[in-house]
């Protein structure tokens, strides 16, 4: 079964902590997307990459920064975490592919206090 | 840029057809998917179709594309209480890079 794991499922930080939300994928994937979501706003990208040790911006990047030593591990970083950032973020991949579908994670609860 | 509506939520009962409809812009989309969402977890892909269809039928799965209108529907037949559930519309632009959500269709199934 193809599989994106994310680190963890729920977890509560203080303001200003440096926060790191790890996924892993296990299907070879060229592409990695961070998402959030938001009630009433949707899923929003964050940002995404198309190989390793390369990343783009998407459509909300400010506050977030990621990290892509290896194929399989994309890595969110919130620098300074900030109360706006308490969000559901969720992860997924795919083949660099028109048809490909996205493959998602089960999502982490993050709550910034 | 390409802009995607739903309306977010929808309500029916046990066995009645579930209807779910999205409203796009782009009209150079190329595939159109729906995903579904069950509570505390991430998004699976139900089904998609190709921009140069109507209609893809799979199992109780009805997707209709009406490309002029710019409209896309999912049609849920028998719906379950297992079917409960937000189901996002999900337009690409020819490139994974390119997709535009849907805000989510929450739909409510009762016994």
């Known amino acids: 079964d193809v599989k994106v794991t994310q680190s963890s499922r729920y977890l509560v930080k203080r303001t200003g902590e440096k926060v790191f939300l790890e996924c892993v994928q296990d299907?070879?994937?060229?592409?990695m997307f961070w998402y959030r979501q938001d009630p009433g706003l949707g899923l929003r990208l964050i940002y995404f990459s198309y190989d390793v040790k390369m990343k783009e911006k998407g459509d909300i990047p400010e506050g977030y920064s990621v990290s892509r030593e290896k194929k399989e591990r994309f890595s969110l970083i919130l620098e300074s975490a900030s109360t706006n950032q308490t969000s559901m973020y969720l992860c997924?991949?795919?083949?660099?592919?028109?048809?490909?579908?996205?493959?998602f994670g089960s999502g982490t609860q993050l709550s910034v206090l | 840029g390409e802009d995607v509506e739903q309306s977010l939520f929808l309500s029916v009962r046990e066995g009645d057809s579930s209807v779910i409809n999205c409203t796009y812009t782009?009209?150079?989309?190329?595939?159109l998917y729906w995903y579904k969402q069950e509570p505390g977890a991430g998004l699976q892909l139900l089904t998609y179709i190709f921009s140069n269809m109507d209609m893809k039928q799979d199992q109780r799965l009805t997707v209709l594309l009406n490309k002029k209108d710019k409209h896309l529907s999912l049609r849920i037949a028998d719906t379950q209480t297992g079917d409960s559930a937000i189901y996002f519309c999900i337009i690409s632009g020819g490139s994974n890079y390119k997709l535009t959500f849907g805000k989510g269709t929450l739909l409510t199934v009762n016994p």
């Open positions: 997924a991949s795919s083949f660099p592919s028109p048809d490909e579908k996205l493959f």
């Open positions: 782009d009209s150079s989309s190329t595939y």
């Open positions: 299907m070879d994937h060229e592409n």
